[in-house]
Structures are given as structure tokens and as C-alpha cells.
């Protein structure tokens, strides 16, 4: 049972202009959602986060925004450069509980055109 | 640099055997954390330790194992290797195992199984 979807496999956007990957959830017990960005044999690189009190959080180029009636979020990059190009995970967990493992989502791989 | 160590990069071997991953978590980490990512696939949770003591357990198979040492690095034992096992293993490590602070990742294991 996937309990974290990313739903498109791949997305490809134009240099400077806004990349938004999306990812829903089931398990209405998960509190906290991150964002990770991978690239080709590398390990996952933790990005951007937010708490399930929240329903926006921003760090420079990155927003991710969560809707927890919809059990919805999603991760704004603007203005993407090629740089971004990279698979993005999105994983959820419990806040505070017995432990914080992650559940993930299977990815999105996002190509930035020049 | 994340600051965590896999070793080794590459493991190639032949069904029937026994391999062992190490990892050695970011300095002052005291959890640590193995995933499973196979083709095509998000990655899996399959165990925590916290300051040595198993934390959490995912979907972890009877043939794996793991420990966490007293100088906290980590080993994930695969025994009875089958086909299906190929993956790419990843270790993570966090300060504290329960709360939203991110997971840092090393560059993971290539496990072959020919």
C-alpha cells in the first residue's frame, strides 16, 4: 500500500520559469512532510520541510505547501534553473512519536531546459 | 558532502552469499537508518537504531540484519542474496531519531546480485 504518491513520473520545465511537483498522502497520522532532491549516484539531499500546524513554508528559491484536507502538498521552485534537474522525493513522517522514519514517495524527475 | 560513509560503493556477488554494508553516520548523530530503493522505486524503510538499541523496524526480510555499534556506525547484513535483492542501499543518520530534523544520506550501496 503506497502510502505517499507522486503521481507524475517526470516534468519538464523551461529555465526560469516556476516547476511545481506534487505529492499526496494517505495516513492521516503523518505530521511532517520533507522534500529531498537526488541526483544520479548521489544520496538524497534534504531540501525544504514543513509541519503538519503549517500550511506554507519558504526557503529562497523553494515553497512547499501543504493542504491537510486533501491530504496534498506540493513543491514550488522559482525561478527553476538547470541546476535543479534532479529526481525529487517527497516523504512523510510522524513528529515527536516513537521514531521519524520516512516514508517516501517513488519520485519525480524534473528536467530544466536551458 | 553529507557527512555520512557507505562503504563499499559497488558490491558485486552471486546468489547464495552473504554480504555486509557499513555505514558511518555524521559526527554527533546518534540514529541511524537503512533504506532499500530497487528499480524504479521510491525508497524503503527497513530499520533504525537510536545510540545502538533497534528503533523502529519497516519491511525488513528474516535474511537481513543490522546493528548499531558503540561508536555508532552501522552494518546491514544481507544473507541468502536472491536476484531480487539488487538495489541500491542507502544509510542515513539524525541527531535525535524522533523529531522533524531531517535525515542526512550517504551515497549509498550498488548491490549486484548475478
Known amino acids: 500500500d503506497q502510502q505517499v504518491k507522486q503521481n507524475s513520473p517526470s516534468l519538464s520545465v523551461q529555465e526560469g520559469r516556476i516547476s511545481i511537483l506534487n505529492c499526496d498522502y494517505t495516513n492521516s497520522m503523518f505530521d511532517y512532510f520533507l522534500w529531498y532532491k537526488k541526483y544520479p549516484a548521489e544520496g538524497p539531499t534534504f531540501l525544504i520541510s514543513?509541519?503538519?500546524?503549517?500550511d506554507k513554508n519558504e526557503d529562497g528559491r523553494f515553497t512547499v505547501f501543504l493542504n491537510k484536507s486533501a491530504k496534498h502538498l506540493s513543491l514550488h521552485i522559482v525561478p527553476s534553473q538547470p541546476g535543479d534537474s534532479a529526481v525529487y522525493f517527497c516523504a512523510a513522517t510522524y513528529y515527536g512519536g516513537a521514531t521519524n522514519k520516512l516514508i517516501f514517495g517513488t519520485g519525480t524527475l524534473l528536467a530544466v531546459q536551458p | 558532502d553529507s557527512g555520512v560513509t557507505q562503504t563499499p560503493k559497488h558490491l558485486i556477488t552471486a546468489t547464495g552469499q552473504r554480504v555486509t554494508l557499513r555505514c558511518s553516520p555524521r559526527?554527533?548523530?546518534?540514529?541511524v537508518y537503512w533504506y532499500q530503493q530497487s528499480l524504479d522505486q521510491g525508497l524503503q524503510f527497513l530499520i533504525q537504531?537510536?545510540?545502538?538499541?533497534?528503533?523502529a523496524k519497516g519491511n525488513i526480510l528474516e535474511r537481513f540484519s543490522a546493528q548499531q555499534f558503540p561508536d555508532l556506525h552501522s552494518e546491514l547484513n544481507l544473507s541468502s542474496l536472491e536476484l531480487g535483492d539488487s538495489a541500491l542501499y542507502f544509510c542515513?543518520?539524525?541527531?535525535?531519531?524522533?523529531?522533524?530534523?531531517?535525515?542526512?544520506f550517504g551515497d549509498g550501496t550498488r548491490l549486484s546480485i548475478l
Open positions: 537504531y537510536y545510540n545502538g538499541e533497534e528503533r
Open positions: 542515513a543518520s539524525s541527531t535525535d531519531g524522533k523529531t522533524g530534523q531531517p535525515q542526512h
Open positions: 559526527s554527533g548523530d546518534l540514529s
Open positions: 514543513i509541519s503538519s500546524i503549517k
